[in-house]
């Protein structure tokens, strides 16, 4: 039953991590928005972590084979590495420049890598079942769908983009939920079945 554990611990730390993340964006400047981004990030850097390691090899979703662990890893802690680079570079340059645009691009690229690369590793895994082990790929795609939506958007439009931010932020919020509370119910609802199904072969003997 370890892997019902697991599956649902993480499931329960990823909905936790999208609440608290959709709670924060709303708390920008407030006391104690700080702090709250950190339990946040510590939520879903733990969850993530978690899933990708398993409390056994058959708990994982990747199997713990290495590429997959790696990809896991570096996205569940590149918020913090991101929020070091940001502080240190506001220390020295406080008002913008080319490191600023480089930490930008990273903050996309890195990212999107390592998610796709760790939906590649549980797609090849095998330890979440069918058709289930396709929901990163399918999340993935609709973060990339979106951004590329909203980059489309903002060219067209120009100035006039601030006319439909409030749709920008919508589906900034889709693609968020989808990759944090989406995935996190999976998790749990697949775990809690994997339970029923043990407890009632365990009867049945």
Known sequence: MRRDTTWIIGGIGLILSGALGLVGAGSVGL?????????QNVAFAASVLLLAVGMTRA????????????ALALLALWPFAAEGAAAALGSVQP?????????????????????????????????????????????????????VLTQALAVALG?????????????GAIAYLAGTVGLGVLAVILGSRRRAATVEVFRSS
């Open 159 to 171: 100035a006039d983009v601030l006319s439909i931010s409030g749709v920008f932020v919508l589906l």
């Open 95 to 147: 008002n913008g420049g080319e490191a600023w645009t480089v930490l930008g691009y990273a903050s996309i690229l890195v990212p999107t890598a390592a998610g796709l690369l760790a939906a590649v590793a549980i797609l090849r895994a095998g330890t979440v079942p069918d058709p289930w082990r396709w929901a990163p790929v399918w999340v993935l795609a609709l973060q990339v769908g979106v951004w």
């Open 31 to 39: 006391a104690g928005s700080g702090v709250l981004a950190i339990v």
């Open 59 to 70: 708990d994982s979703v990747v199997a713990r084979r290495p590429s997959g662990v790696v």
